[in-house]
């Protein structure tokens, strides 16, 4: 049914950016509130940010905030994170994630969402 595969990660210095990509085979994209999540080794996964399914609505986890920007585009099926500004607190392994509930059902927990990607490596060096 739904897949999700994130792309994009790497190593980068700090203060340098990155952008992952996330295709989603569904049949009707637009459907689905989009967000990222990250998860360094020993944490829990935690929210970074989330785009509802017309695009016209971005939130952003309030540390990221400025940093951080999520879009997407329809035609391709496709979500996208734009990182600025890299710190090495960042790394982490990225996840995208689609919810069939609006933004205001499917928000900054894990369990609101209902389909994952395999997550893409991002590593920032100091």
């Known amino acids: 049914q739904v897949q999700l595969v994130e792309s994009g990660g790497g190593l980068v210095q700090a203060g340098g950016s990155l952008r992952l990509s996330c295709a989603a085979s569904?049949?009707?994209?637009?459907?689905?509130?989009m967000g990222w999540f990250r998860q360094a080794p020993g944490k829990e996964r935690e929210y970074v940010a989330r785009?509802?399914?017309?695009?016209?609505?971005?939130y952003y986890a309030d540390s990221l905030k400025g940093r951080f920007t999520i879009s997407k585009d329809n035609a391709k099926n496709t979500v996208y994170l734009q990182m600025n500004s890299l710190k090495p607190e960042d790394t982490a392994v990225y996840y995208c994630?689609?919810?069939?509930?609006?933004?205001?059902?499917?928000?900054?927990?894990?369990?609101?969402?209902?389909?994952w990607g395999q997550g893409t490596q991002v590593t920032v060096s100091s």
């Open positions: 994630a689609a919810s069939s509930r609006g933004t205001v059902g499917a928000t900054t927990r894990v369990g609101e969402y209902d389909y």
């Open positions: 569904v049949r009707t994209f637009s459907s689905y509130t």
């Open positions: 785009i509802s399914r017309s695009g016209g609505l971005t």
